[in-house]
């Protein structure tokens, strides 16, 4: 349960710093123009998109932590992008 709040919050923090914070605007800005050459009729912004930016950094998270943890640690993953998902739909 730990690891899954864990998992959770981080992945909460990191997709809150991408898409709200000032620092990484310009990552966001470059995300947002490479979509709209490749998809330029799309109807909202995924780079702003808590819910969206929340799944890319919940495997990416994954990905760098396999060294340390195993492929039977997905679930908590899961978990945690679950946790994350309703912390996105709760602040607004």
Request: proline letters at 4%.
């Given at each position: 349960?730990?690891?899954?709040?864990?998992?959770?919050?981080c992945?909460?923090?990191?997709t809150f710093l991408?898409t709200?914070?000032?620092?990484?605007?310009?990552?966001?800005?470059?995300l947002?123009?490479?979509?709209?050459?490749?998809?330029?009729?799309?109807e909202y912004?995924?780079?702003?998109?808590?819910?969206?930016i929340g799944?890319?950094v919940t495997?990416?998270?994954w990905?760098v932590?396999?060294?340390w943890?195993?492929?039977?640690?997905?679930?908590?993953?899961?978990?945690?992008?679950?946790?994350?998902?309703?912390?996105?739909?709760q602040?607004?």
């Amino acid at each position: 349960m730990t690891i899954i709040l864990t998992i959770g919050f981080c992945v909460y923090a990191l997709t809150f710093l991408f898409t709200s914070s000032h620092a990484l605007k310009g990552p966001r800005e470059l995300l947002g123009e490479l979509l709209d050459e490749y998809w330029p009729e799309r109807e909202y912004k995924m780079e702003e998109c808590r819910m969206c930016i929340g799944v890319w950094v919940t495997l990416v998270l994954w990905i760098v932590s396999l060294p340390w943890t195993s492929f039977h640690d997905l679930p908590a993953f899961i978990a945690g992008y679950g946790l994350s998902y309703f912390l996105a739909t709760q602040e607004r």
